[in-house]
């Protein structure tokens, strides 16, 4: 059993930064994707960011390229996800997510998570 803890959210100001970080505990393969969902309300939730465990490759959503940086640790159980410069579109529920994967899926925004932390807050005032 993966389990999933996500920390770091918060209230910023536009132009502001947060870090969000997810810890990832139990037998969560090499081949792994780890990455960020979020979610508003009234809106479906939508793939952030993701990172392939065992190649390091990346996904962003068109929306946050160049803003937001998502990395692992070296023991590849903590994955953080930078966020700097923060919009109003930005606020929602954040959530990590997980699931064995391709890296092609993975890389290419295709993945869904099996396993998933229980959310933290991010808010994003002018």
């Known amino acids: 059993q993966v389990q999933l803890v996500e920390s770091g959210g918060g209230s910023v100001q536009v132009g502001g930064a947060l870090r969000l970080s997810c810890v990832a505990s139990?037998?969560?393969?090499?081949?792994?994707?780890v990455g960020w969902f979020r979610q508003a309300p009234g809106q479906e939730r939508e793939r952030v960011a993701a990172l392939y465990a065992s190649s390091g490759g990346t996904y962003y959503a068109d929306s946050v390229k160049g803003r937001f940086r998502i990395s692992q640790d070296n023991a590849k159980t903590i994955v953080t996800l930078e966020m700097n410069n923060l919009k109003p579109e930005d606020a929602a529920m954040y959530y990590c997510?997980?699931?064995?994967?391709?890296?092609?899926?993975?890389?290419?925004?295709?993945?869904?998570?099996?396993?998933w932390g229980q959310g933290t807050q991010v808010t994003v005032s002018s």
């Open positions: 139990g037998r969560l393969v090499s081949r792994a994707c």
């Open positions: 997510g997980a699931a064995p994967s391709s890296g092609r899926y993975c890389t290419e925004g295709y993945w869904h998570a099996i396993y």
